[in-house]
């Protein structure tokens, strides 16, 4: 099969919930062609739902949040490293290319959010937005469900913790402003790497490297306190970038930076070999031999004392260098932590009456 470009997954694979398994054969492909037709489309859908709940508990200690929030399932970024693409087996779809052509929204995402944060027994707690698939992927600039829900918080003063790769954030520099000055934002730009070319191959559908130190920037000058996330370090793809990449957001007013190695969880797995081959065929086995060596011999670790960091030699070597460049950039910095003790779960838009 072709490599399929602008897409991260290079095919779809078989979903462990469902019961039969289907694969196109390439004398079929051969015969759309011929006949001049497509078996299928490489755009994306959209898939309106009306969700339960919003909030998602998270019990990992390695986490540093108590709450997630996820507006969509799927993402259209394409990554193809991504973790979350394991939970779109729960949607009845593929973790593979489905995950990035399939994209569920919640359309009452902040109706959701605004009821829990008044519920009787809530208490303000750090909540992550995303932690799954990220809040400002492209169908976002039209719903702005992302926007919606951050007008909540705000109403509120309900602290949250950000994370994104796309430069859309900047569209509601308004609300950030407002929530920073309380400090009651934290906003992470997730950049793994300073080249565009293995950001392209890497996460296709993402905002460029450009935009998103444009980004960096943008939000730090704004006294939006900003981390910057090198998650996750693929050996031999990123793994040379670390300083170079610490000391550029660090010029550009990032306070804090953390990494992540790669782990690749469920379908993951199958899905980043078959992709690693066709993008880098010429080093695929150094890099998947790298990785397993980061996790005692597998492509995953989900064991919480490890699986961020990795073991041995080369995990080893990748935290000396972030110990170096943290040493060298950010020594003494860091973020101040986010203001709890603001949430008012009676306020309302206009001012309290005495």
């Known amino acids: 099969m072709k490599y399929i470009k602008g897409r991260g997954a290079q095919h779809n694979s078989h979903n462990k919930f469902s019961i039969h398994e289907y694969e196109v054969l390439d004398d079929f492909l051969n015969y759309c062609e ?10 994306t859908s959209y ?22 929030m996820n507006p969509y399932q ?5 990554c193809i490293y991504c973790y979350a693409r394991n939970t779109h ?8 290319l489905d995950f990035e052509r399939k994209i569920l929204y919640k359309v009452n995402a902040a109706e959701l959010l605004e009821k829990k944060l008044r519920s009787k027994n809530w208490k303000a707690q750090n909540i992550m937005l995303s932690g799954n698939t990220d809040c400002y992927q492209p169908i976002e600039r039209k719903l702005e469900i992302t926007r919606e829900m951050l007008k909540v918080l ?17 569209r509601d520099m308004d609300i950030l402003k407002q929530m920073a000055a309380m400090n009651l934002v934290h906003v992470s730009v997730s ?26 920037k943008k939000l730090s000058d704004n006294n939006i306190p900003i981390n ?17 990449l610490v000391k550029k957001v660090s010029e550009l007013g990032a306070r804090s930076v953390g990494y992540t190695i790669v782990r690749l969880n469920g379908a993951v797995g199958e899905i980043f070999t078959n992709w690693l081959m066709k993008a880098y065929p010429d080093r695929g086995s150094k890099i998947i031999n790298q990785i397993k060596d980061c996790h005692n011999g597998s492509l995953n670790d989900s064991h919480y004392s490890s699986r961020m960091k990795g073991e041995g030699k080369i995990a080893e070597q990748i935290n000396i260098q972030f110990k170096l460049a943290r040493k060298l950039y950010l020594k003494g910095i860091g ?20």
């Open 34 to 43: 011929i006949e001049n037709e497509k078996h299928e489309t490489n755009s």
């Open 47 to 68: 898939l309106e739902v009306h969700s339960k709940t919003i909030l998602n508990k998270v019990t990992s200690p390695d986490t540093g949040f108590s709450y997630s």
């Open 74 to 78: 799927g993402c259209e970024h394409g």
């Open 89 to 96: 087996e729960y949607w009845g779809y593929s973790a593979g």
């Open 154 to 170: 705000l109403k509120l003063k309900h602290p949250v913790s950000i994370i994104t790769k796309n430069s859309l954030i900047l």
């Open 191 to 216: 950049i793994t790497s300073l080249s565009d070319e293995t950001r392209r191959v890497v996460e296709p559908r993402t905002a460029s490297i450009k935009k998103r130190l444009a980004t960096v």
């Open 228 to 244: 910057v996330m090198m998650a996750p370090i693929i050996p031999a793809i990123n793994s040379h970038e670390i300083i170079p």
């Open 335 to 354: 973020l101040i932590p986010l203001d709890f003790n603001r949430f008012d779960k009676k306020l309302t838009n206009q001012f309290k009456l005495f």
